[in-house]
């Protein structure tokens, strides 16, 4: 791969400003998922260095912790810059690694340094209380403290966003970090733990482990009694087990976890910007996003107007290889991946439900998907329940409101979700009935640093981005000043 700061690319891990190899020269392949090529591999660390990097991460934090938040502040502003300077490096490293397409690819690199950028200013206002005392010969203060050492596990599908995400609102609070990114794609962070070093953070406030078992390296981040904060991004499943795992130190965790997005176009839509809105969340990332829309609901007097338009969005949609122009839609991450789409399209047309749209594997490559259209959808399918992970529609017709919002909150999950109307009282009524953490109304993408992302029920614990965000990084302590 040419990049034009070839130092960008890296393949040993990142622990207290230094390389390190695993201590066997041990290593994983990083592969290319649009040709199946072999890009480079990576130090394949043990229990023995995410050990090595929560000590220098604890020593650090007594020096990060003491620098004054203007101080820290400036350092990620450095970073930030830096990011944003190499937007077109990152993003060919990222579409190498993770397949989304080059535009998509340098859209989340700023997405991704916005989150250093917001956290860089929020620093500057972790504000504590003073609060009227019950009692005149005493005060009631509190304060606001970084929490110590964090750990983090961060995803596939957005290899550089996730991880700033959770770094800079922990960086910003005075707290140092261990983040593991996944297997599939270390390369992206790897190129932001150098960026770090370049901005100049100090020795041990950024170190990222790399390694293709996650398991070993998470059991070590949870258990370990220096680690006072676990952060995940990942699926339900291994979330509640990581969260079991935290119990033994009581560790305080934000967890990011599965989704099932409902989107619902009522008959009062402006059906442009329902089907504009359902395309952008459904197929962003070709339908590998936590907030994808994972059920369209459609109402019954305009569904035939709403379909036909979509399809021809959706049959318009360019497959390929992400650095070729124009494409928009990439590869998928692993065939397990493309088994479970197909596992979720057939079982849906056993039950009755009818392939409209695609539907089958792209002659692009093994890892490709035809953008797909599944009509006659209802509750009972898999697809219904499960998060697709994919570029394939699920549609739903239904008749009233009430019956919408059934529908909708009928899941365990509880992360985003989506409604088109231009009636005002319906956008409040059902925007209030809606049991997500996050609400799309007339707008299929609704990601941003000022904005806080997360969700309810088994969709996860906290929230990032946003004022919020710097809160899971920090310890209230109350001072009680008596003797007055
Ligand atoms: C995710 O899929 O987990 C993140 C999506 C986003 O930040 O928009």
Request: glycine share 8%; charged share 20%.
């Amino acid at each position: 791969m040419r990049l034009s700061q070839q130092n960008l690319l890296q393949n040993k891990s990142f622990i207290n400003n230094e390389w390190v190899s695993e201590q066997s020269g041990k290593t994983f392949e990083v592969t290319n998922p649009a040709t199946g090529d072999v890009i480079t591999r990576v130090a394949n660390c043990t229990p023995k260095e995410t050990e090595q990097a929560i000590e220098a991460a604890t020593k650090a934090f007594e020096v990060w912790r003491k620098k004054t938040a203007k101080e820290r502040s400036a350092i990620m502003r450095k970073w930030f810059n830096l990011v944003n300077d190499s937007r077109n490096d990152l993003a060919l490293l990222m579409t190498t690694e993770q397949g989304k397409p080059l535009a998509e690819a340098k859209g989340e690199i700023t997405y991704g340094a916005s989150f250093i950028e917001w956290f860089a200013e929020e620093a500057r206002r972790v504000y504590g209380d003073v609060i009227p005392t019950p009692l005149n010969d005493r005060r009631i203060v509190v304060i606001k403290q970084p929490i110590g050492v964090v750990a983090a596990i961060t995803p596939w599908n957005f290899p550089i966003s996730m991880i700033t995400r959770k770094i800079s609102p922990a960086i910003a609070a005075g707290c140092t970090v261990v983040l593991k990114p996944a297997a599939q794609t270390p390369l992206s962070a790897l190129a932001l733990a150098y960026l770090s070093k370049e901005a100049g953070f100090p020795d041990g406030v950024i170190n990222i482990i790399t390694s293709d078992n996650a398991a070993e390296i998470g059991k070590v981040m949870t258990e370990h009694p220096l680690v006072q904060k676990f952060s995940f991004t990942g699926s339900t499943g291994v979330g509640k087990m990581l969260m079991q795992q935290c119990a033994s130190t009581v560790k305080k965790v934000s967890l990011e976890l599965g989704g099932n997005a409902p989107l619902i176009v009522f008959d009062d839509a402006n059906i442009q910007q329902a089907v504009k809105g359902a395309l952008a969340s459904k197929y962003r990332n070709a339908g590998q996003t936590c907030v994808c829309a994972n059920r369209i609901y459609v109402q019954d007097q305009i569904y035939n107007q709403f379909i036909q338009e979509y399809k021809k969005a959706v049959t318009s949609l360019k497959v390929g290889e992400g650095t070729q122009p124009g494409v928009e839609i990439g590869p998928l991450i692993d065939e397990k991946a493309i088994e479970k789409i197909n596992r979720l399209v057939h079982e849906a047309v056993g039950k009755g439900a009818e392939i409209t749209t695609g539907g089958n594997n792209h002659m692009a490559g093994k890892l490709f998907f035809q953008p797909t259209i599944v009509e006659n959808c209802n509750q009972e399918m898999a697809l219904s329940k499960e998060e697709i992970f994919g570029p394939v529609s699920a549609i739903y017709k239904f008749d009233t409101e009430e019956e919408a919002i059934r529908f909708a909150n009928d899941t365990e999950y509880g992360l985003a979700s989506y409604f088109f109307t231009q009636n005002l009282a319906r956008a409040w009524r059902v925007a209030e009935a809606l049991d997500y953490g996050i609400v799309g109304i007339n707008e299929g993408v609704v990601s941003h640093a000022e904005a806080p992302f997360g969700g309810m029920k088994e969709s996860g614990i906290g929230r990032e981005g946003s004022k919020y965000g710097i809160e899971e990084y920090v310890e209230i302590k109350y001072l009680c000043l008596g003797g007055m």
